[in-house]
């Protein structure tokens, strides 16, 4: 495999990534072990959330602090910001995305040619029954499911204003296999990911063309999308943030992809909902003290107008492009791996959050000495491993002083 690394990463650039789209899809049976449940997620029983736990709705957020960053510099996405990294990282997956990128980049060019104008008249029905009829649609395309919330440009990168069909989003859920997901950091872990993304965008996909169908504008748009996908997760009710810089929803934390339709059609619109995650968050600390690059930080703070867990990109990038995406920060979740009522459950009955300290929750394999690191050990890692220069970043993840580099488009948006 290392020799054979060694002749295929520097064939992949951004053209024959592009050109992946042109190969055939790989049989089904070689997907069947990484390939998403396509259950639809059943409607939440109540989970009473103890009052030692419950905090805020969503995500504390300063409106006038998040409306003056926006005015002074709205968003760039990471693929704008650092595209030659992107295509760089890209070729150290390698191992995953041949077996996944034809499907992966043939989704993204199907989302790209949603958005056409309707040319019926959309049938007259209510709010309610169209957010029905989404849901219905969604489910039987096979999602896990589907949020909506209100489109706001302060979260949309501004390379790519220009591309929402609506006022309204519809967040697109598809939950991870849950058993190749127990592989992670390697490469059927990392295969899992991409074909997860494949899957969702193209449902998104459908669901747009579905739309566009009944009456009105809609356009899909990819997993590295447009917008913030996690702040329309958290404005539509679906989860709030983990402090590992991911949505967590109570039925699978943040092993699940998220997609994204902007529309149109008059929807009921979901709100930010508590679920005591940030206070679970805070408690646990998992992916906090497994997190091999240690780029995880043990308290949230202030940016661009909300409290958030700020990742240190400059630790974070590498050890995902090198080692197969990492996700060991996923992984070592106990709400991905035991759903959260279980863990309010078991908080509740000892005092303890469910699986921390436990080799079952926080042991990984790491690929790259072959070694299994369980709960209080950390793979030790060089400081050349960090010093990439494709990005150009400080060490506590800013950007560098000066311009942004020369964009660099990828065909994964």
Request: aromatic content about 6%; charged content about 20%.
């Amino acid at each position: 495999m290392v020799a054979a690394g060694a002749v295929v990463r520097p064939l992949l650039n951004t053209a024959t990534i592009r050109w992946l789209r042109h190969l055939p899809s790989g049989p089904a049976i070689l997907r069947r072990r990484y390939r998403a449940p396509r259950v639809w997620w059943p409607d939440r029983p109540p989970v009473e959330i103890p009052a030692d736990l419950r905090s805020h709705a969503g995500v504390r957020r300063d409106e006038q602090a998040a409306q003056e960053a926006f005015e002074d510099e709205p968003l760039h996405s990471f693929h704008h910001n650092f595209g030659v990294a992107v295509v760089w990282a890209l070729a150290q997956l390698w191992q995953s995305l041949l077996f996944v990128g034809p499907r992966l980049v043939r989704a993204v060019e199907h989302a790209k040619r949603t958005g056409a104008a309707p040319t019926s008249a959309p049938a007259t029905r209510s709010p309610d029954e169209w957010t029905d009829w989404v849901r219905d649609r969604a489910r039987r395309i096979g999602m896990s499911t589907v949020g909506f919330a209100p489109y706001d440009e302060r979260y949309t990168f501004a390379e790519h204003a220009h591309e929402a069909a609506g006022p309204n989003v519809i967040v697109c859920v598809l939950e991870q296999n849950w058993e190749s997901n127990r592989t992670l950091p390697g490469p059927v872990g990392e295969q899992t990911a991409l074909s997860t993304n494949a899957e969702i965008i193209e449902m998104a996909s459908q669901l747009a063309e579905a739309i566009v169908a009944a009456g009105f504008e809609a356009r899909a748009h990819s997993t590295e999308g447009i917008a913030v996908v996690h702040h329309y997760g958290v404005e539509s009710g679906l989860g709030q943030m983990g402090v590992n810089g991911q949505l967590l929803t109570p039925e699978a934390g943040s092993r699940c992809r998220l997609a994204m339709v902007t529309t149109r059609m008059p929807l009921v619109l979901g709100a930010p909902r508590d679920f005591g995650i940030p206070r679970i968050c805070d408690e646990c600390q998992a992916c906090v003290r497994r997190c091999p690059a240690g780029a995880i930080p043990v308290k949230r703070t202030w940016h661009r107008g909300i409290e958030k867990s700020k990742l240190n990109l400059a630790r974070c990038f590498p050890v995902v492009s090198q080692v197969h995406g990492c996700s060991v920060c996923m992984k070592v979740c106990p709400i991905q791996r035991y759903g959260l009522a279980e863990v309010i459950r078991h908080r509740a009955s000892t005092g303890e959050i469910l699986g921390v300290g436990s080799d079952e929750l926080e042991g990984y394999n790491w690929p790259i000495d072959g070694r299994r690191y369980g709960p209080g050990q950390r793979p030790k890692l060089e400081p050349d491993f960090f010093e990439l220069e494709v990005l150009p970043v400080n060490r506590d993840g800013s950007m560098k002083s000066g311009p942004a580099p020369a964009s660099v488009p990828t065909p994964l948006t």
